[in-house]
């Protein structure tokens, strides 16, 4: 007996859909020695959180372990009864989950659940448990360490809740945590802090983790050695900083080549140019919840300008109020320096046809009933008038565009296309009205690095062929870098700074710019500690947001 | 605390306004009717004097208005008018027969109570018996109990109740004589006695409400299983059972509420027509015999309770549903 | 006593199931499925195994019981022959549904549970019985097979020809077995008023009880063939029911998706007028309007059922209203909703275009539900003599007007049979509608567990 915790060996999962057993792994490896983390990287549908599952012996409902076996300290896993596999769980082998706000039980209270794990295997008394939940609290720096515990779930914010959520999971003191991707969904300065207190915690009990993500700059800081999946294959394995500076395959070497798109700089825009849509002193409430202050922009012809800020920014709502789905309160909405009637319904069908729009979700975007032919073919039939083999023509050179072969996709539905394929489709169906302008709202957010990448391109493509402008929204500053050519920063519907890209990314910055900027994790597995370093760990994230307030 | 109390007075306040607008229905729905109630006393052959004598002496001669007032007013005091046939219903009514009851409300009153007493019976079987049924069903989805209860439970809740009433009186009444088929109860009757008598109408109303309420406990726990702090339960290494009792149920409790409720005020209308087939002295009873005669004043009385008693069944899971709810309960 | 009895029965399954446990541990060496089962299962187990050993017991018993002692378990005969019948019968129907039909159709029915192919047998059954339950005429014939080209054409004239041979394939079939069924003359051996020489006879056929050949279910009271009413019954319950269902859903379908599409002063006048509506119970409702309908109709029965329809089409509707606003709500909120909004579409196109195609699925399976809930309301109303009128021969008032035979259950089972047949006749429909149902929902819903 080595110290080695979890031994993997030829791992085969295989997941029911439509009646058949089709395989999601096949065949996958793993060695996690004690105190040491594992980072679990790739794409969506890589099977990166199946195979943190099943190391704990736990598959989803729909999935089951087809061959192979899974040793946790020289237990067998899969051999193992209910009873034994129930006495490790949550006892020697914990997890914490992607979203905390929905792996907390909205009807208890926290400290109840996490005292609930040791009580239960028999480790602490209720009353112990508590006082040393308080103290896993003030360690990972939670705010009122004492009484937060006393709150239920509602009553937290997302960073905190992930790190109430940490401090369940050491609860018992395991020896092996799993992480599921648990800062995907929060904002990156919030991200920051709660990264930082995982790792300290982790660190200071000699916890053995399995770090899933698909963030390669998150793993840096967080994994001792990095395993990379792709489609249910492991790609390569190696420490942390020989993977950074040295991937052997092409595919992680693909995946990290993805941060180097970036556009050449445009030409400064010519002064006095009158721009395609300009916002102007606009103010937006919902009801009576004010959402916009004052926002001020521009976006002139085949330029790109994005629009950035963390959920709840009101970037989305500008997107709103500019196409008229909310009628902003007070201000104007020029197109070609003419004003625009406020409310949609009031705008002509030219008006309407002028700005289109793309959604992050290509699932709801798509009406799943309809084929692509039809979904391309309404707006130019409806803007253009075409209809018979016309109609069909112009289908056939849109989908061109997006290069998607005619006459392969043209009868298919929604739900028979890929993540990427179905944005191209939204993209198309915008192209189909022949705008001037289109919206993109977090249009790369939910797809894969490599996939968005693709997606990029081809905006940047039909932006120098058709001269179209866009609006960029987006919570991704990677994004920012290699399309904008103008900069807006939002907070609290308020714009904090806009301007050029190259200035926007220059010092000086605006302090909450200069938070955002810093926030963003980087490629070098040494960054977070040189932050903590420069700034102190009070310095980052919400702390940091609430001190500028 | 506070934001709750309000949302709840909001709901009693909706509650009392939606009880309102129901009376006007109610009160214009039966003053459509054709001619006016005088000449439906008096039938067709009524002199024109007599029925103006009559019209004078149930008001007839003032206004919609007017008239629906004095009547609201009259519900209000618990007057509920005269009935038209009174003398045809005192020896129904189970209450003392030698007198007759005159008034709408003294006709209504003992079998309101015998109402009760019947949906009372059935709640105390129906409501834990489901409630379990519908946990187990939870635990061991997918089983083979799951889906005989399944099949089961889909089979009682489609049959109309005559057919699940008169399937009990032919095995537990006729071919093994274990209880009475006729359920004729009065007044002072010993509380075993009348509960025997009582028990078939029960019987029939449990079968009827049972399933909806242990599919719905059983579909409102299934739904959360899915959730990611179910998972997380389960990682945690907790037992199946307490992963539902503890995790699940508590969280799955607004749903359960509503479908109780809904489900005692299915009773309501399922009561009518069960305590037609067991010529049981109730509320159900009076009103079906009143529709056929065309008995006004009763069947708008019944009427009126039937909703209130409806409405305050949804008012009273909306209320308790807002109260399980830790969001409302706890505010930010 | 009788307490005592079921508690020992329980402790004695406990053991009994605990039994089957170690037994099961033993013979399959420790296996995972008996090494983690709980005693709760177990349980379960042997109280399943003990119920089954009952019925084979009491079925055993009842086959070979003779004379007096035979009339107690006639109806358990019944019940257990009815349910291993259509059984055998929906497990053929699935088979033949797997081998004939498209791609699609053959996977459907490979997937489909027992529960749902027995219901969808007994729909067609319903369908084919109501339809011809009386002489088919040839006007009827002839509008169908216009209605059929029609339909054809104008979906071959919007390009969709496969659908449009579709169409004429169904509508030729419907045809031919209408043509047949010309040729061999109404189900129902007599008309559904027909007052016949005999009354009260025994149903059976068997004349040394009483019964009659010439009318296998005997006749009632005033000597008319339950047999030809339980057909015609089939035609005028089932008909008037399904006709209800279409007019509520006309009314509450459109008024929902509207209100769920535009929203604003419209939605909150329809919302809280049904709220108010479904605030008072439905029969107790229905009750109150046919009240006062009896009244307006005076002698004209026909105009009675009439108002019918409409009184618990409108009750109805207020539930359709609520669940198609919902289901319209749930896709109003999509972008792609959102994306034809802004780009200037219209309000037909939205609705007939946009969110009618995705909000098929749930409705079916609400008309469904909604089917049986009217079918029930009616059938409860005519129970109670304020449903469908006579001379029309239906099943609620059929049930009404047998009910006191079912006393004599104990010496002539026969004599019972007729309103539990015209009651089983509703619960069997409404019974096989929620299997199909159920099932619907079970897929669409895409739960796993």
Redesign the interface.
Known sequence: MSDLLVKIRDLKIEG?SD?VWNPIINGVDLDLHKGEVLGLIGESGAGKSTVGLASMGYTR??VRISGGSVEFDGIDLLAA???VKRGLLGKRIAYVAQSAAASFNPAHKLIDQHTEGPVQHGVMSKGDSEKDGMELYRKLRLPNPDSIGFRYPHQVSGGQLQRAMTAMAMACRPDLIIFDEPTTALDVTTQIEVLASIREIVEEYDTAAIYITHDLAVVAQMADRIKVLLKGDEVEEADTRTMLSDPKEDYTKSLWAVREFQRPAKPAVITGATPVVSVKNVTAAYGKVPVLHDVSFDIHEGRTVAVVGESGSGKSTTARCI???LPPKQGVIEFDGTPMPLD?RK?T?EQ?RQ???I?Q?AD???????SIGEIIG??VQ??GGLSGKAKRRRVDELLDQIELPGDQYHDRLPSELSGGQKQRIGIA?ALA?EPKFIICDEVTSALDQLVAEGILRLLARLQDELKLSYMFITHDLATVRSIADEVVVMKDGKVVEQGPKTEMFTPPHHPYTDLLLSSVPEMDPDWLDKLLAERGVDNIGDAAVGKMN | MSSVLRIILQRLGLGVL??F??SI??FI??N???GDFAQ?ILGQGATPEAVEAIRKDLGLDQGLVPRYFQWLGGVLVGDLGNSFAQANFASFAGTNTATTATTVAAQIAPRFANTMFLAGVTAAIAVPFSLILGI?AA???????DR?A??FT??S???????LA??L???LA??NPLLP?LSNIYDGMAFGERLTRTLLPALTLTLAVTAQMMRMTRAAI?NL??SPYIEMARLKGLS?MRVIVTHALPNALAPIITVIALNL??L??GV??VE??FVYPGIGQL??DS??I?D?PV??A??LI??AA??LL?LTADVLSILSNPRLRHPK | MTLLYIALAIVACVGLGWVFRLVGQQLTGNA?YF??M?L??AF?FAL?AVVLLWVVVTYYRGMTAEGQDAN?YF?FLVAVHGLVAFSVLAYFFRILGTQIGSEGSKKLF??MPL?ASFGIVIIMAYAFVSLFAGQISVTTIVIVGVIGLVLAEIVRAGGDDDAAKGIGVAFGVAIAIMVVMYFVGPLAPYGQEEVLAKANVVPGGNPAMGGDPEFPLGTDQIGRDILSRLIYGAQNTVGIAFATTVLSFLIGGSLGLLAATLGGWLDQVVSRAV???M???????A??????A???AGSEKWLLTVFMVIIIAVIDSTRVFRLSRAVGLNIVV???I????????GLAYLIFR?IL??ATAPLLAEFGLRF?FVF?TI??LS????GIQPPLADW?TM?KDL?QF??F??FAPQV?AA??LA??A??LL??A???VV?WMLHKSSG???
């Open positions: 029911r009646e409902d729909g009864s209910a009873a196409t008229g789905l949609y705008r069908k309407l700005a289109q729009m959604y979700m709801t975007a798509l009406n799943p009933r309809k309404r707006p409806f803007y169906r009205a | 939606t009880l607008i129901v229905v109610i729905a039966v459509l009717l054709p439906l187990l635990l061991y989805r997918n089983s083979v109990f005989v399944n099949v889909l089979s809740i489609s049959s109309p109740e005559f057919f008169y399937i009186i032919l095995f006729v071919m088929s299934i299983l899915a199946p005020a299915y309501i209308t009518v027509v037609v087939v009103f079906v529709v056929k065309r006004i069947v708008q019944c009427c039937f909703a409806y409405i949804n | 995972p090494r983690d709980g709760g299962s379960g399943g107690k109806f490979r997937n529960t709220d108010v509506l605030a008072i119970p439905a029969l107790i409702f009750l109150l309007l046919m009240t006062i009896s009244a307006w999509m972008d792609y959102e994306a034809a909004k802004l780009r200037g579409e946009e195609p995705n049986c029930l059938a409860s129970f109670l003599g304020v609620g049930v009910a079912i006393n259950a104990a019972a309103p539990l009651a089983g509703i619960a409404t019974v509608v929620n299997f159920d739960l796993k567990e």
